[in-house]
């Protein structure tokens, strides 16, 4: 039987700047086992399809033709209807960068309507100044696009959000009836467009199976939508789903009526159970010897997983292919200026993981317990710059999001050292956890390699609460490590989590003061605070017991069974806090409010802050440990070969030859001068630990080389002028 021809689909709808990258994944994989793949991200396209002079056309119209009750926002909005539909195409290709020179007009003349969004435009006099025409002009115009997405959310389709589609439908669902029930209504206008789309791809890819990625629940509407068309229309053509929201919410899967939609759900990374699919499809497995997957069998739904092939390594998953994705059409937003914060929604960034899982896997709240993060592998550091220089020339891209859970020190080191041997220029950001590691030399290597900005887990900035969780980090430690990263010029966002169990109120209100004293201390640039959520394959969920909470529900159902209901008895009352968090970081991400008491965001009475006042200053200020204590560091320059220059002077009667070692860098030129046998020794060890030379130098490597008639010790030494000029202008040590 001939290999089939498949469809991978992104269901609406998860970022308009970047495609998800689990579909790119899959098709490099298979593409490279020969079949014929074609991937679509239905959330881009039905953006754009829906934001054209004509989409819009059809949208007002349904709203006028609709008995709406309508509020005054949406009245204006329909008022100014010409003006929208003049602006839409314009401003959509600015979002896109291909036609920068609207910015003028966006920023400075009454070019866009504005309905509500507008009225809580922050200082952009502030945030831009008088240069930042193009940044300001996308900040204008992503407010204009969320106007009309409130339209559209209070009149045609009560499920529209840029980033996420009917998510409340599949959120906690322990039982279908509500999907079922939204999936029997008729299709709303925005639904209409989606099936438009999706009928296109189908005659034009005529594809045998259709994979549906859902990493969110705000995808699962979509999906299904997208499945239930094609088994209606195309009843020949296999549906498939997998992804994160399988993988966490559908592990005890008992709901038979998804299978009108789906033929198979797939757990965990999607290579090898697709590999196994599509050899039982072309007759050449059996059924029950599939890998990860469930599917109808005589009326009940079975788990299939008798395959005894193991997991696809890390290292044979192959690069992610992200060709048939339209990456010059994702538009790039500004919802919140802060420069950190917008990397989530501005900017193409290609997604890659650097390990598979995570390396740590013990914090309580974590689904550790789960494939994809309980098995930890990584790639060499040779492979994984080698996947990124394909990735570059394959989108004309050099902008990487790392995704792992937690990207780990040594790998991020190597794949750091490796950029820089092979000259490759990227930029790059990704999700770290705040451990000593991240000393201040391995920054600046991150740094020089490229890394503009990382993401971690303060989580609960209580040391009680840090050790509950077995986050494995202190709040002063993370003071250290977030201060070497901005130190090394790269920007911090601090995850943060309120309501862990047996958290107090005092504890909610000191780790707020901990927040701000590093706004203070400028060693985070922007944060987020999380309710925390009880999952039932973390720790938490599995025994409530220990962490002093209860488990209240909801009972489990024959669908969705992640999240959990509990009582926390010995906590404070959670809900209370979340607004006033939520206000205080956002002001503090803009500078505002940092010496306002805490009490200032809270309408109600809150403790007296019991945390030191100086608690971050000080743990930044801790000296490091001397590099004399460190010679099992390896050492590496990431500067250039200097020019060497031997001269002779007379001193007290006597001739000295002296060295004057001469650096042309990308900053600034500068000198070391030195004894001649030390400048000599110096000269040598640099052309050794520069990143050319792949075998590591350690410390006390070079201090058996260090020159014996020298006028002082190898001690003495790293204490010198010249140790200290080297170490400045990127002498490391790691």
Known sequence: MEKPSILLITPPLTQLNTPYPATAYLKGFLTGRGYQVTQADMGIELVLRMFTRKGLQQIFEAIEAGDYELSDNSLRMLRLKREYLQTIEPVIRFLQNKDNTLAQQISFSRFLPEASRFDQVEDIDWAFGSMGITDRARYLATLYLEDMGDLIKETVCPYFAFSRYADSLAMSATHFDPLEEALQEEPNLVDEILLTLLEESLQAVQPTIVGFSIPFPGNLYGGLRMAQ??????????????????????????????????????????????????????????????????????????????????????????????????????????????????????????????????????????????????????????????????????????????????????????????????????????????????????????????????????????????????????????????????????????????????????????????????????????????????????????????????????????????????????????????????????????????????????????????????????AIQQAPKPDAERRNARVLWLGNQPEIEFTMIAKKGQTIERCVLTFYEKGEDFQVKTTANIGQWVFDVLRKVNPDNTEAVLLKQLEESFPADAHLSFAEFLSSPSWFELREKGLLLL
């Open 229 to 618: 068309y094609i088994k209606q229309k195309y009843p020949h053509i296999k549906t498939a789903m997998g992804g994160g929201y399988p993988n966490t919410e559908l592990r005890s899967l008992q709901e038979p009526r998804l299978f009108q939609y789906i033929d198979f759900v797939t757990l965990d990374d999607g290579e090898g159970p697709w590999l196994k699919l599509l050899e039982h499809l072309q007759g050449q497995r059996p059924q029950d010897q599939l890998q990860r997957t469930f599917l109808l069998q005589e009326g009940e739904v079975q788990y299939m997983n008798s395959c005894t092939d193991p997991n696809v390594p890390h290292t044979e998953i192959g690069t992610p292919d992200y060709s048939d994705l339209s990456l010059n059409d994702y538009l790039s937003v500004i919802d919140v200026i802060n420069p950190m914060h917008r990397l989530w929604s501005d900017g193409r960034w290609n997604k890659l993981t650097i390990a598979h899982g995570c390396y740590w896997k013990r914090c309580s709240f974590c689904d550790i317990t789960l494939d994809y993060i309980n098995r930890y592998e990584v790639a060499p550091a040779t492979l994984l710059v080698d996947r990124i220089e394909q990735i570059i020339a394959q989108t004309g891209q050099t902008g990487f999001h790392f995704v792992d859970e937690a990207a780990p020190p040594a790998p991020l080191r190597d794949m750091a050292i490796e950029l820089i041997r092979r000259g490759v220029k990227i930029s790059w950001w990704g999700n770290i956890r705040f451990e000593k590691t991240f000393s201040p030399d391995l920054c600046r290597l991150l740094a020089a390699s490229g890394c503009i900005a990382v993401s971690g887990g303060l989580e609960v900035a209580s040391d009680r609460l840090l050790d509950l969780m077995e986050k494995g980090v202190s709040i002063e430690q993370v003071a250290r490590v977030t201060d070497a990263f901005t130190q090394a010029g790269i920007m911090v966002h601090a995850y943060l989590m309120y309501g862990f169990p047996t958290q107090t109120a005092q504890e909610t209100i000191d780790s707020l003061e901990v927040v701000r004293q590093l706004f203070v201390n400028n060693v985070i640039q922007s944060g987020y605070w999380h309710r925390f959520s009880m999952t039932a394959h973390s720790p938490v969920g599995k025994n409530p017991e220990k962490y002093g909470v209860v488990k209240v529900g909801p009972e489990e159902g024959p669908f969705a069974n992640n999240d959990l209901w509990h009582d926390d008895p010995t906590g404070t009352d959670h809900e209370l806090f979340g607004q006033g968090l939520a206000k205080a970081i956002y002001n503090y991400m803009h500078g505002i409010g940092l010496e306002q008491p805490l009490s200032f965001w809270f309408d109600f009475k809150v403790p007296r802050v019991k945390t030191r006042p100086d608690l971050i200053y000080k």
